[in-house]
């Protein structure tokens, strides 16, 4: 996809260019879909959230500059404490090599 590793791009473009690919790549074995936050309860839930293989998967998507919030880190944190695969990406390639942390488990 053009432009996919611009600094500039929006994440939410990102997010959806990513979840479309996701869910091609990984609809045999898992699902993936984007969550939809309501500022005033939902800090730091992850953009694309799934399950592959029997796994809860979480994804955080940032563009090039973008930085995790602390409430961001906190909730992915407590998530992967509770076995969670979870990550973050810039790219489809990255959010790919969270999901095959799966696969190279086994």
Do not use: C, H
């Amino acid at each position: 996809v053009r432009g996919i590793k611009g600094e500039n791009r929006k994440e939410s473009s990102l997010v959806r260019q990513i979840l479309w690919k996701l869910e091609l790549v990984y609809r045999k074995d898992g699902f993936f879909y984007q969550t939809w936050v309501v500022r005033t309860n939902g800090a730091g839930q992850p953009d694309i959230v799934g399950v592959y293989k029997g796994r809860f998967v979480a994804i955080e998507v940032k563009n090039a500059k973008g930085r995790l919030s602390e409430e961001q880190i906190i909730f992915l944190n407590k998530l992967k404490q509770n076995g969670a695969v979870v990550g973050v990406a810039r790219s489809f390639e990255q959010a790919i090599d969270i999901v095959r942390k799966i696969d190279n488990e086994n």
